[in-house]
């Protein structure tokens, strides 16, 4: 199981607005001398790797500048109470599950044997009994003996029968286990402790935190024996679907385009144009001058618009580049 706790954060690297204005400047928006073609820079949005609760680091698998897949370990946090915590609530558990299957059964054999053989000796006692009584009758009406002496024997036999009674009883109940309601009582606590046992052993499992997809290691922001805050990303991130082109689009060239467009960007240091999409059109003006909107004012204003690459041309960039951009190539 893999908890991550990834703060996604959109990382500028502090050049959008400073390009904007050094173009501002140097006369950028003036007609480009390639229609089309404007200046951009290369953005990294980066994902900070975090854990939701805090420890000493342990373990740092990764360094600065690897390349790591989906699901490879980055780091560990100490573990120790959570593992403490772990196997308190299983041995609980393993207790109330123990108490919840002895409450359905019934008493131990031995105990039952018991209670059978003293029902049978109140058997027996009661024949012995319904025997004398018969013999007593038969002797007070010949007048052999007084009446008392048959209300007697009567007495014993009524006791005899009530004790069968009663030893029945309790030979059914022994055969039976605990009432419904107790043993509800045990399963419901057994539940309860399960559910401590999963929150549990989700507070171990997110002492160790994964690659939640592959990308190249840009930071490392601990080392080992360092104390680390709940929800302190110790390790960041940087996808190669992460990284975009941002340019900066006249007014009057941003009519024209569409997302999901085709541009070629053209990068220092890389032979030939690389390929990318347009994603994303900021329906907002990124520099508006502080007078009313004539026809000479309208060329200053520019639109951000952010460009996509595929994996492999997007591992070829890196965030701080200044790229030239260039719409119209095709869709």
Not at 57 to 71: H, S, Y
Not at 82 to 101: G, H, I, K, P, S
Not at 121 to 132: D, G, N, P
Not at 294 to 310: H, P
């Amino acid at each position: 199981m893999i908890g991550i706790v990834s703060i996604t954060r959109r990382i500028s690297v502090h050049l959008g607005g400073a390009a904007t204005l050094l173009c501002l400047v140097a006369g950028c928006n003036r007609t480009p001398s390639t229609p089309g073609t404007v200046q951009g820079y290369v953005e990294g949005e980066f994902v900070y790797i975090a854990a939701p609760l805090s420890g000493r680091l342990e373990t740092l698998f990764v360094q600065r500048g690897v390349e790591v897949k989906a699901g490879e370990p980055l780091f560990d946090l100490e573990n120790v109470s959570e593992v403490a915590a772990r196997d308190e609530t299983r041995l609980r558990l393993a207790q109330l599950r123990a108490q919840a299957a002895d409450a359905k059964k019934g008493k131990r054999p031995t105990e039952i044997g018991a209670t059978t053989a003293q029902l049978n000796l109140a058997r027996t006692a009661l024949q012995f009994s319904e025997k004398e009584l018969k013999r007593q009758e038969k002797l007070l009406s010949a007048k052999v003996v007084p009446l008392q002496e048959v209300d007697r024997v009567r007495s014993v036999r009524d006791q005899d029968r009530q004790r069968v009674v009663q030893l029945e009883a309790e030979l059914g109940t022994a055969r039976l286990g605990a009432r419904s309601d107790l043993i509800a009582a045990a399963e419901a606590s057994a539940r309860s402790l399960e559910a401590t046992l999963t929150r549990n052993e989700w507070d171990l499992a997110q002492k160790r935190q994964t690659a939640p997809e592959g990308g190249l290691v840009f930071d490392t922001l601990y080392r080992r024996g360092e104390w680390v805050a709940a929800g302190r990303p110790a390790v960041v991130l940087l996808p190669p679907q992460n990284i975009k082109v941002r340019a900066f689009v006249p007014q009057a060239l941003v009519a024209s385009i569409r997302r999901g467009d085709r541009v070629q960007v053209t990068v220092d240091g890389i032979k030939g144009a690389l390929s990318g999409t347009v994603q994303f059109i900021s329906p907002q003006a990124e520099y508006t001058p502080p007078v009313i909107y004539s026809r000479e004012s309208r060329q200053k204003l520019v639109y951000m618009v952010e460009l996509g690459f595929d994996q492999d041309t997007a591992v070829r960039l890196h965030p701080g580049q200044p790229v030239d951009v260039r719409f119209g190539s095709g869709s």
